[in-house]
C-alpha cells in the first residue's frame, strides 16, 4: 500500500507538485429543495425503461405516428431508437444507426432531437447532430403507430461535436429554422450557425456567435425575454486550470444570447456557473482515481449540462432545467424577462443526468419531464430513463 501512495503521489506529470485551485464560490452541497414537491413528484420519478448497454442516452419527445400522444426518441452510442408509446408503457424499436466516418463511429450520448414540422406537411420530423460533426434531418413519412417511416438528409457537416440544436422560427416566414453548435477539428472555437430554411429541404447559414478553446455543450431557443424575437441559451464546460492538457476544476455555466430584433446576438450574460474543485491538486492520477469519486460523492461535479426548456410552472414563460455528470437535474424559472432563478435541484440521480426533454406525457395539462441517467456511480452502461410528473395539476 505505500509503495502504491508513494508511486501515486510522484506520479506522471510535470504538474505533480501540488497545487492549490482557486474557486470564486465556497464549496458547498447542494441538497434537494423540497419546495419544489408542488411543482415535480419526489425521489426519481417513475421507471420507464432500462437502457442496459449504454451510459446515458440523449431524448427527443415526438408525436411520430399522430396518435395524440408524446413518444420518444432515444439515441444511445450511434443507435437512434423510436420508443413507441402505448398507454403510458414505452415500446423500444431500433430505427437508424449513424455510419462510421473515417473508421469511426459517431456517439448520441449527449445530444439533443429536435422536433418540428420542417416541411409544412403537418407530421413531426426531428433533426439530430452528434460529434462527428454531421447534422441529419429526419422527414416523417406518414409513419403509423409501431411503425416509424422517415426519410434521412444531410444538411451540413462541420469539423466535429454537433452537440447543440434547437428549432424555432428566427425570420417569422412561416417555416420552421433551426440554430445548431458546432466546433473545429482539432479544437479551436466552437460556432453557433442559424439555419434558415428555404423550404424546399435546403438551409441557408448565418454564423451568429464564437467561442474560442471551447465545446458548446447544448443550446436552446425561445423567445425568453418576451419581447417577440428569439433568444439563445447555450451550456459550456469551463475550467481554471490545464495540467498535461487535462482540464480539471471544470464548472458548468448557462449563458444567455439576447437577440437584438434582427437575429444577430451581441448581449451575452451568464445565468449561473455550477461546481467546484477539491482546494488541493496532486497530479492527474490522484485527480482521477481519489478527487473525482470524491467530488462526485459531494455533488459538486457539475459539468457537461444538459437543457431541455418548457413553461414548467404555467406562467407564460420559458423555464428550463438542467443536467449533468453529477446526476442533479435543477429547476431554473424565469421571472418573463429572460432573469432566471434556481428553482432548487429536483433530484439528483446516479450519475450523468444527461438525457433530458419535456412534454405533457401524462395529458394532465401540464410539463412533465423525462430523464435518462445513470442508477449509481459505478454502474456505466445501466442507463435508465425516469417520468418526473409535474404535479401543477394532480
Given at each position: 500500500?505505500?509503495i502504491i ?6 506520479t506522471l506529470s510535470t ?10 464560490a ?5 441538497l434537494?429543495?423540497?419546495?419544489n ?5 419526489s ?12 451510459v ?5 419527445a ?17 443507435y437512434?431508437?423510436i ?5 403510458g408503457e ?14 469511426y ?5 449527449r445530444v439533443p432531437f429536435?422536433?418540428?414540422d420542417f416541411?409544412n ?9 452528434g460529434?462527428?460533426g ?10 403509423q403507430?409501431?411503425?416509424?417511416n422517415f426519410?434521412?438528409y444531410?444538411?451540413?457537416?462541420f469539423?466535429q461535436y ?8 428566427f425570420?417569422?416566414?412561416g417555416w ?9 477539428s482539432?479544437?479551436e ?9 428555404q423550404?424546399d429541404?435546403?438551409f ?15 443550446l436552446?431557443t425561445g423567445?425568453?425575454?418576451?419581447d417577440?424575437d428569439?433568444?439563445l441559451?447555450?451550456?459550456k464546460s469551463?475550467?481554471?486550470?490545464k495540467c498535461d492538457?487535462w482540464?480539471?476544476n471544470?464548472k458548468?455555466t448557462y449563458?444567455f444570447?439576447?437577440n437584438?430584433?434582427n437575429?444577430?446576438?451581441p448581449?451575452e450574460r451568464?445565468?449561473a456557473t ?6 488541493l ?6 485527480h ?8 462526485h ?7 457537461n449540462p444538459q437543457m431541455t ?15 449533468d455528470n453529477?446526476?442533479?437535474i435543477?429547476?431554473?424559472l424565469?421571472d418573463?424577462?429572460g432573469n432566471?432563478?434556481s428553482n432548487?435541484?429536483?433530484?439528483r440521480?446516479?450519475?450523468l443526468s444527461w438525457g ?9 395539462g401540464?410539463i412533465?419531464l423525462?430523464v435518462s441517467?445513470l442508477p449509481r ?6 442507463g435508465?430513463?425516469?417520468l418526473?410528473?409535474?404535479?401543477l395539476?394532480?
Amino acid at each position: 500500500m505505500i509503495i502504491i501512495l508513494i508511486f501515486l503521489f510522484s506520479t506522471l506529470s510535470t504538474c505533480n507538485n501540488v497545487k492549490s485551485i482557486s474557486s470564486n464560490a465556497s464549496l458547498e452541497i447542494d441538497l434537494i429543495n423540497n419546495d419544489n414537491a408542488v411543482l415535480f413528484d419526489s425521489g426519481n420519478g417513475e421507471l420507464i425503461k432500462d437502457m442496459a448497454g449504454s451510459v446515458s442516452s440523449s431524448l427527443g419527445a415526438i408525436d411520430y405516428d399522430n396518435d395524440g400522444d408524446l413518444d420518444l426518441i432515444e439515441g444511445a452510442d450511434n443507435y437512434i431508437n423510436i420508443l413507441t408509446n402505448k398507454q403510458g408503457e414505452f415500446i423500444r424499436q431500433s430505427f437508424y444507426m449513424l455510419p462510421n466516418k473515417n473508421g469511426y463511429g459517431d456517439d448520441l450520448d449527449r445530444v439533443p432531437f429536435p422536433v418540428g414540422d420542417f416541411n409544412n406537411d403537418g407530421k413531426q420530423d426531428f433533426l439530430v447532430g452528434g460529434v462527428q460533426g454531421i447534422i441529419r434531418l429526419f422527414i416523417n413519412n406518414n409513419s403509423q403507430p409501431d411503425t416509424p417511416n422517415f426519410t434521412n438528409y444531410t444538411i451540413a457537416e462541420f469539423g466535429q461535436y454537433v452537440r447543440g440544436i434547437a428549432v424555432a422560427d428566427f425570420n417569422d416566414d412561416g417555416w420552421l429554422d433551426f440554430a445548431a453548435s458546432y466546433a473545429t477539428s482539432p479544437i479551436e472555437y466552437s460556432t453557433i450557425t442559424l439555419f434558415y430554411n428555404q423550404g424546399d429541404l435546403t438551409f441557408s447559414q448565418d454564423n451568429i456567435y464564437r467561442l474560442d478553446d471551447n465545446y458548446i455543450q447544448d443550446l436552446a431557443t425561445g423567445d425568453f425575454d418576451n419581447d417577440g424575437d428569439i433568444d439563445l441559451i447555450f451550456t459550456k464546460s469551463i475550467y481554471k486550470i490545464k495540467c498535461d492538457s487535462w482540464p480539471i476544476n471544470i464548472k458548468g455555466t448557462y449563458v444567455f444570447l439576447e437577440n437584438n430584433g434582427n437575429n444577430s446576438f451581441p448581449s451575452e450574460r451568464v445565468i449561473a456557473t455550477r461546481g467546484h474543485d477539491l482546494p488541493l491538486y496532486y497530479g492527474i492520477v490522484i485527480h482521477q482515481l481519489i478527487q473525482q469519486p470524491i467530488k462526485h460523492i459531494l455533488g459538486i461535479n457539475r459539468f457537461n449540462p444538459q437543457m431541455t426548456t418548457a413553461d414548467f410552472d404555467n406562467d407564460g414563460d420559458l423555464d428550463f432545467v438542467v443536467g449533468d455528470n453529477s446526476g442533479k437535474i435543477e429547476l431554473w424559472l424565469n421571472d418573463g424577462q429572460g432573469n432566471f432563478e434556481s428553482n432548487g435541484v429536483i433530484n439528483r440521480y446516479g450519475h450523468l443526468s444527461w438525457g433530458l426533454t419535456s412534454g405533457d406525457f401524462d395529458s394532465d395539462g401540464d410539463i412533465d419531464l423525462l430523464v435518462s441517467a445513470l442508477p449509481r456511480y459505478s454502474d456505466f452502461f445501466e442507463g435508465q430513463i425516469w417520468l418526473k410528473k409535474n404535479q401543477l395539476n394532480p
